[in-house]
């Protein structure tokens, strides 16, 4: 019940800008559990084309990323890292904003295996940047949004 009072209070705006994080990031959810990785990515990429009547959209990068992390909660399975980042990736390249997903890997000796996707708009880390220093980024050409700038590929070290 709280949480629909904190909703109700919401402005309009901030209400439908959250109701699109939920359907969208539930759809990449199931998605990603039911199809591979190419095909989910290949249709994002057309779905997340510049649209004309949202480039007039004032929402700002940071409130796009606060309508995805607050979906997060709702969707089972939504704190998951590529889920919410190709989720605010999404949303924002249909808004013009330029966006990039980085990809990263744990390399510490005797720790298991783990990988990890934020995304990144003007060089400033919008969502999934807790402890990057743990990471070692990779590069790929084909994750800068049409919006952003050219990457040449490769592997950089988190700083």
């Known amino acids: 019940m709280v949480r629909f009072v904190r909703f109700l209070r919401l402005s309009a705006e901030q ?57 997060g909660r709702f969707v089972p399975g939504g704190s998951h890292c590529l889920s919410q980042a190709l989720t605010l990736r999404t949303l924002m390249t249909r808004r013009g904003h330029p966006t990039q997903i980085c ?10 295996f783990m990988a990890h996707a934020w995304v990144e708009h003007d060089g400033v880390v919008l969502i999934g940047g807790g402890n990057l220093d743990r990471f070692r980024q990779l590069l790929a050409p084909s994750d800068v949004a049409p919006a952003g700038g050219i990457v040449t590929g490769g592997r950089r070290d988190v700083e």
Do not use: F
């Open 103 to 112: 990809y990263g890997v744990r390399e510490l000796d005797g720790a298991p």
């Open 15 to 71: 209400r439908w800008l959250l109701c699109k994080a939920v359907t969208l990031l539930a759809a990449i959810r199931l998605s990603l559990w039911l199809l591979p990785y190419p095909p989910v990515r290949t249709l994002l990429d057309r779905l997340g084309r510049s649209s004309p009547r949202l480039a007039k959209d004032p929402s700002p990068a940071e409130r796009l990323a606060w309508a995805t992390t607050v979906a």
